[in-house]
Structure formats: C-alpha cells, structure tokens
T-cell receptor, first 113, second 113 residues
Framework: DTEVTQTPKHLVMGMTNKKSLKCEQHMGHRAMYWYKQKAKKPPELMFVYSYEKLSINESVPSRFSPECPNSSLLNLHLHALQPEDSALYLC????????????FGSGTRLTVV | GNSVTQMEGPVTLSEEAFLTINCTYTATGYPSLFWYVQYPGEGLQLLLKATKADDKGSNKGFEATYRKETTSFHLEKGSVQVSDSAVYFCALSVLNTGNQFYFGTGTSLTVIP
C-alpha cells in the first residue's frame, strides 16, 4: 500500500458545526502532516506529528484540533470555522520527519457556509 | 534559511512543445529536491526527486538535474501532451529539520492541442 487516504473528499459545514477530517496510511511512515491549500497557492503547513506526538503547530487557530490516535491515523477536528477556512486540506506522510519526500493524499475540499 | 524560487506562470504551450520550468533554491545543509504535480481537483503527486548533487530525477518523460553549483533544479520535458496540464511545484526538504519542507509558489501549465 503506497497511498495516503483522506476522507471525506468533499465537506460542506456550517459555522456552528463540528466535523472531522480523517487521514490514513499503511506505509509505516512515522511522520504525518496537515496542510491547507487555497486556490492557486502552494500548500501551507498546519501541523506535524512525529512518532504520534505533535511536533509542530504553525500558529493554527484553536478551531482546528489535530489528533494522532496511532501511527497510521491522523485526524483534524473542526469546530466553529469561518468562511475563510474554506480550502483544500491535504494530509501527507513521510518515513521520518522532513526526509525522503512526502506522499500526499488527494485532499478534502472543505466549504464553510 | 531555506527557500525555493519558482518560475512564474501561467505557462501555455502547444502539444509536443519543449517545456522548461525554472526552480532555484537556497538551503542550509544538504537538501533533497522534488517536483510535485497537482492535476485539477486533486492532491499533490510526487513527479520526481533528487537527493544529492548531480543526481537526475526522471519520470513520465520529465527530467530535472540537481545542480549544486547553480542551486537549481529545473524541470524539463521534450514533448508535452494535453494531459500534462497541471500545476507544478518545486520543493526541498532537509532531513531532520523539524518539517521543513519548502514549496515554491507553483507554475500552472496549460497544453493546447
């Protein structure tokens, strides 16, 4: 298995909703990442997990809450989002932190209404 | 610090034309270099990579050579196809530096029949 799987592919949520994005990989990678990508822009790093521990939080608002239940899974919990949070959310993994190239999932297209 | 400077787009080419997308970098330490491709509505896919000076990465007819003397990693393809229309991101990473995976701004390529 050489993929990163993200669900759902599309999500529409209201500003008072709570939802979660899921990411799964079975490549034995020990580093996992959440990125946010706006249209026509490069991905922006949000969170980094290394060996299931939060390694980097790039000053992301608390309405985004990451969770790494085990080495294969990464969640992003969403609560009280704003319309400007609408974007493509990408999960990625790598063998170790910062090394070897990242494998990206196909993303979740989030729309906040 | 670490950064990637990428050729501005958008680029429009006719089918079978020669493609060059310029990418230069600055890095502390010894970076690995990557080209990622993003097709419309999808996540990022690793196109090719090079991990040390003078390495040539290649895939699907695309090539890029890691040039330490000019700090460059230009993407080339001899004959583009309509299916190559996508956004191309140059990126670098430095092992064990707490992520750090740096993207260029992306170059949008449109190939017309």
């Amino acid at each position: 298995d050489t993929e990163v799987t993200q669900t759902p592919k599309h999500l529409v949520m209201g500003m008072t909703n709570k939802k979660s994005l899921k990411c799964e990989q079975h490549m034995g990678h020990r580093a996992m990442y959440w990125y946010k990508q706006k249209a026509k822009k490069p991905p922006e790093l949000m969170f980094v997990y290394s060996y299931e521990k939060l390694s980097i939080n790039e000053s992301v608002p608390s309405r985004f809450s990451p969770e790494c239940p085990n080495s294969s899974l990464l969640n992003l919990h969403l609560h009280a989002l704003q319309p400007e949070d609408s974007a493509l959310y990408l999960c990625a993994s790598s063998q170790v932190l910062g090394g070897g190239g990242y494998t990206f999932g196909s993303g979740t297209r989030l729309t906040v209404v | 610090g670490n950064s990637v400077t990428q050729m501005e787009g958008p680029v429009t080419l006719s089918e079978e034309a020669f493609l060059t997308i310029n990418c230069t970098y600055t890095a502390t330490g010894y970076p690995s270099l990557f080209w990622y491709v993003q097709y419309p509505g999808e996540g990022l896919q690793l196109l090719l990579k090079a991990t040390k000076a003078d390495d040539k990465g290649s895939n699907k007819g695309f090539e890029a050579t890691y040039r330490k003397e000019t700090t460059s990693f230009h993407l080339e393809k001899g004959s583009v196809q309509v299916s190559d229309s996508a956004v191309y991101f140059c990126a670098l990473s430095v092992l064990n530096t707490g992520n750090q995976f740096y993207f260029g701004t992306g170059t949008s390529l449109t190939v017309i029949p």
